[in-house]
């Protein structure tokens, strides 16, 4: 019987496509018929191709992700990274064609509100902050400033990768599903930081709303990591090999 009541919530695929396909699995297993993308889809040293071949028929609304937008912007060369180079050579025009055509953020049914990283920029966290010292939750301050006027129940975001909730004060709901695709990985912007959720597994929430708010499931699934891992080295990524199978970014 289908779960016409839920909607899943998918991020952060990049291009692991065995990942991919476990979430899809779950969603059969489950009878969940909706789902929503919050982007960052193809980007990343695997299949980028078999990737969009099992996004684009769901007809899923989404939105772009940073390094959805890296791949199709002319102004960033392919000599800035052998993987991008990699993944704009595995795609097809129709697969490039879908990722120019993503908007910033998108409203779905009357409640939810779509977005990558914050509502005005898609390379930004919206729960966590990078700081000098570290990573911490963003004060409530800095939250509602990077909130305001969006007036929706549902807010959903992704970027960092990691799975989490926020209720605000007025009844809201911010939801980061985590990523389907990638447990772990460091990046230097605004300055160098490590996210690590410590196991490899794919993760994805469902959405459900009663009869006064919104609620989250969050899941998360085993997969075959290792062909993921596989991938990653042959196209040379080591450390997205280890990445994928510890959930670590520590060997």
Known sequence: MADTDSIAVISDVH?????????LEDLERRGTRRVV?????????LDPAGTAALLLPLKAPTVRGNEDRIIVD??????TSPTLAYVRGQLSADHLSWLAGLPLT????????????TPKRDDQYLLTEVTVEGLRSRPP??????????????LLCGHDHKSGELRLADGRLIVNPGSVGLQAYTDDVPYDHAIANGTPHARYAIVRR??????????????????????????????????????????
């Open 210 to 251: 009663d009869d006064k708010a919104w609620h989250a499931e969050f899941v998360s699934l085993d997969y075959d990591r290792e062909r993921a891992a596989k991938a990653a080295t042959a196209n040379g990524r080591d450390d997205w090999a280890c990445w994928l199978r510890t959930g670590r970014v520590d060997r």
């Open 141 to 154: 301050g800095q939250l509602s400033a990077l909130l305001v006027g969006i007036n929706r129940w549902l």
């Open 15 to 23: 291009g692991n496509r065995w990942a991919l396909e476990a979430v």
């Open 37 to 45: 993308n919050l982007g960052d889809s193809l980007y990343g040293p």
């Open 74 to 79: 002319p102004n960033v060369a392919d000599s």
């Open 106 to 117: 998108a409203t779905v049914e009357p409640d939810l509100f779509l977005f990558h990283g």
